[in-house]
Antibody, heavy 127, light 105 residues
Framework: QVQLQQWGAGLLKPSETLSLTCAVY????????WSWIRQPPGKGLEWIGE???????NYNPSLKSRVTISVDTSKNQFSLKLSSVTAADTAVYYC?????????????????????WGKGTTVTVSS | SSELTQDPAVSVALGQTVRITCQGD??????ASWYQQKPGQAPVLVIY???NRPSGIPDRFSGSSSGNTASLTITGAQAEDEADYYC????????FGGGTKLTVL
């Protein structure tokens, strides 16, 4: 059974760089989109970005200038860096495994879902 | 557009049926996935694809889609179904709906 274990600094000062890592245990690393999602206190989920095993990335346009997601396939790990953090970046950060599958038909349709999640890391930005 | 719209709150009487909807242009190409989140816990995938349930998800949860609208239906809602529900889709990047808080009365 695939498990994701995540870790990183939980308390940052404004302007510092958030750094989190997620390790994948018990399953293949290739063929998936390894994702980061966050949830500010009392608010909804926000998709941050994703990376596949070959290093191809997609980012949320609203965060793109500050986000870097990288992968270390030798360790089955992927990481998130978010620079120049402010109080608005205070949130629970989750890593997750994403899958995209195309269903061929008269009109091609896609499945996209995240079926395995880490437990979350609370990150607080405060001076 | 990468936006998904959900009703903020829905309520259902115990044992009755409730439908939670999600609207967005990306749903014309991507089936929505649905996540249940209880306080202090990570989201859990409950429906994906046309109408697929991961192992361990009760069959009272079902999904459907038409045009730019996806729906999650709970048939015979139980007290333990009270939670926040999020839809998720993508085009060039992923996106979540704002979430629906389900209250079971």
């Amino acid at each position: 059974q695939v498990q994701l274990q995540q870790w990183g600094a939980g308390l940052l000062k404004p302007s510092e760089t958030l750094s989190l890592t997620c390790a994948v245990y018990g399953g293949s690393f290739s063929g998936y989109y390894w994702s980061w999602i966050r949830q500010p206190p009392g608010k909804g989920l926000e998709w941050i970005g994703e990376i596949n095993h070959s290093g191809s990335t997609n980012y949320n346009p609203s965060l793109k200038s500050r986000v870097t997601i990288s992968v270390d396939t030798s360790k089955n790990q992927f990481s998130l860096k978010l620079s120049s953090v402010t109080a608005a970046d205070t949130a629970v950060y989750y890593c997750a495994r994403g899958t995209i599958t195309m269903v061929r038909g008269v009109k091609n349709y896609y499945y996209y879902y995240m079926d395995v999640w880490g437990k979350g890391t609370t990150v607080t930005v405060s001076s | 557009s990468s936006e998904l719209t959900q009703d903020p709150a829905v309520s259902v009487a115990l044992g009755q049926t409730v439908r939670i909807t999600c609207q967005g242009d990306s749903l014309r190409s991507y089936y929505a996935s649905w996540y249940q989140q209880k306080p202090g816990q990570a989201p859990v995938l409950v429906i994906y694809g046309k109408n697929n349930r991961p192992s361990g998800i009760p069959d009272r949860f079902s999904g459907s889609s038409s045009g730019n609208t996806a729906s999650l239906t709970i048939t015979g809602a139980q007290a333990e179904d009270e939670a926040d529900y999020y839809c998720n889709s993508r085009d060039t990047q992923g996106v979540f709906g704002g979430g629906t808080k389900l209250t079971v009365l």
